[in-house]
């Protein structure tokens, strides 16, 4: 079956980095486009970044363009997510989901459980 | 880009029925959303994808017949019948906009289901 696996979370200085990683199984990972989608204690969920399957072409949110990139190892099942410039603001849960497509859009069909990430002095 | 705009809570009583509503901002009557549920301490998982037409695709893995979807207008709807405990979750609704070399992902603020 599907398993998305976050690690790397904890706690970060504001300004200091930390890299997330998401190992996948289950399915063939080269085929699959990825996302990461956080959630700050007790509220919704805000989209991250989003990468192809190759890795040629990602997207980041506005909220951590020029501060965090996303990436990809498919020889190794593996998505990261380097997160620098670390603010307080920063501080969620974050989720790795595989995104499919169907009738000319996409959707996030897997999630994994999440990692914390706490941005603190 | 779109907003989506949900209720922040709804309820009902076990057994009973329940509809929940997610709003695009004007000018999206042709988009589709996904619903995703998510249990308390828990990852969300994606239940399904509706457009106007009603569901768009299949169901996410081990969702119930319980759950359905319409789409209506602006309105995308997700109705859950014979309610359980296990109902009780946070729901949000998304969905992906894409325009030139830009790309978002967006979502509702979720809308809380209580058990009664």
């Known amino acids: 079956q599907v398993q998305l696996v976050e690690s790397g979370g904890g706690l970060g200085k504001p300004g200091g980095s930390l890299r997330l990683s998401c190992a996948a199984s289950?399915?063939?990972?080269?085929?699959?486009?990825m996302s990461w989608i956080r959630q700050a204690p007790g509220k919704g969920l805000e989209w991250v970044s989003y990468?192809?399957?190759?890795?040629?072409?990602?997207y980041h949110a506005d909220s951590v363009k020029g501060r965090f990139t996303i990436s990809r190892d498919n020889a190794k099942n593996s998505l990261y997510l380097q997160m620098n410039s670390l603010r307080p603001e920063d501080t969620a849960f974050y989720y790795c989901a595989r995104a499919s497509s169907f009738s000319g859009g996409n959707y996030l069909d897997y999630w994994g459980q999440g990692d914390l990430v706490i941005v603190s002095s | 880009q779109p907003v989506l705009t949900q209720p922040p809570s709804a309820s009902a009583s076990l057994g009973a029925s329940v509809t929940l509503t997610c709003t695009l901002s004007s000018g999206y009557n042709n988009y589709k959303v996904d619903w995703y549920q998510q249990r308390p301490g828990k990852g969300p998982r994606f239940v399904m994808r509706v457009g106007t037409g009603g569901i768009v695709g299949s169901k996410g893995d081990g969702i119930p017949d319980r759950f359905s979807v319409l789409g209506s207008g602006l309105n995308r709807y997700l109705t859950i019948k014979n309610i359980q405990e296990e109902d009780e979750s946070d729901f949000y609704c998304g969905a992906d906009h894409g325009s030139g070399s830009n790309f978002v992902w967006v979502f509702g603020g979720g809308t809380k289901l209580t058990v009664l």
């Open positions: 990468i192809s399957s190759s890795g040629s072409t990602v």
């Open positions: 289950g399915f063939t990972f080269s085929d699959y486009y």
